[in-house]
């Protein structure tokens, strides 16, 4: 029987590009008040677990998160280094901004795709989608910026 060495990059972007639609992401349950509840409302807030779930598969990160703070801080700890030049698989996080989801500023994480295009969690679909690596411009500036690019020295 023969030997494989799988490509972590080419099947973790295999991954990320075929989850774009997919509804297994927009839950995570935990009792408050002594009721259960869907911390990720319904998909609305699932970015954070969109991209943990991936990378803890590949075992780029140890776990998964509910939160852009907590995946960084994963990453760090994992080894992700700052860049400036983003490459397919590349993680982005985008700068906290209001919106009408969680009426109060949050920031977004997702992965780089390569020729201006990323792959987030879309809190108005509440499944994964493509898009402009910035959500286009406004005016000659980006919809969203990105504050900080992370990647991984094995991919």
Known sequence: MATHSLLTRNNLLALVRGSVGSTAFR?????????????????RLSCAFF????????????????????????????GWQDTDTPEPGTI?????????????PHRHIGFYLGNHRAIS????????????????????????????????PSL
């Open 27 to 43: 839950h995570a349950y935990a009792i408050k008040h002594k009721k259960t509840v869907d911390l990720l409302r319904g998909g």
């Open 51 to 78: 991209v943990s779930t991936i990378l803890s598969a590949f075992r780029l990160i140890d776990t998964q998160h509910l939160t852009v703070d907590g995946t960084v801080r994963d990453l760090e700890q994992q």
């Open 121 to 152: 969690n879309s809190s108005k679909k509440r499944t994964p989608s493509i898009h402009h690596w910035t959500f286009g411009k406004k005016g000659a500036h980006p919809k969203r910026r990105i504050e900080r690019m992370l990647r991984h």
């Open 92 to 104: 982005l996080i985008w700068e906290a901004t209001r919106d009408h989801v969680a009426d109060e």
